[in-house]
């Protein structure tokens, strides 16, 4: 996509942002319009397939995912230990509750479509600078992931431990996505559960 599209994709998008924002007081942009669009058409605002499927293989905890589709497709498929926070339900909650931890890195993604952007631009916007999105959404996640194969004789190094880290990636994904809604509900609790003792306590 060429510089000058993008940046008018972005201006579109950060004016539907703000026009959607249940802005108060105590929640409005800490960023003034030019410098938030500077910022998200940054090198450093997306991870790779890739880089995510590392993330989930090594477990790292400095690491979350948020799944901003509606809850009925995140009860389908979700890739592994994504919480499911719709985008009608994150654009009006507060978002300490969920982004607040400054040493954890947050990745959003939803099927595709903006609202992964949208999210980016929101929490940039309010300053939590620890957010990202993941390239392709779920769909570039599985073409990446799952469809994954290398061709020739021989294979290097790097090849092996990228296919390695697919094929466990992919592994994984199967398994959450198959877990039944009941368990991924406990799962879901769980971590509404830390983000409520990451706030000063539950209620």
């Known amino acids: 996509m060429k510089i000058g599209k993008e940046i008018s994709l972005l201006l579109i998008l950060l004016s539907l942002v703000l026009a959607l924002l249940p802005l108060s007081a105590n929640r409005s942009f800490s960023e003034e319009p030019a410098g938030l669009l500077a910022e998200v058409l940054g090198d450093d605002v997306s ?54 931890n400054r040493e954890v890195t947050t990745v959003f993604y939803s099927d595709g479509s903006y609202e992964a952007d ?57 398994e959450f996505s198959s877990l039944p809604d009941s368990l991924k509900s406990r799962f879901l609790e769980s971590k509404k559960f830390s983000a409520k003792k990451l706030d000063g306590g539950c209620e």
């Open 47 to 100: 991870l790779t397939a890739d880089e995510v499927a590392e993330f989930i293989v090594r477990e790292d905890p400095s690491f979350s995912l948020i799944d901003l589709r509606p809850e009925a497709e995140y009860r389908k498929k979700a890739i592994p230990g994504a919480v499911n926070i719709p985008w009608a339900k994150f654009i009006k909650s507060d978002p300490d509750k969920w982004l607040g």
């Open 118 to 174: 949208y999210a980016l631009v929101f929490a940039r916007g309010m300053g939590y600078e620890n957010c990202k999105i993941l390239d392709g959404g779920i769909g570039g996640w599985e073409r990446t992931i799952l469809d994954t194969e290398f061709s020739g004789e021989r294979i290097t190094a790097r090849e092996n431990a990228l296919y390695e880290t697919r094929r466990r990636a992919g592994e994984m994904y199967r």
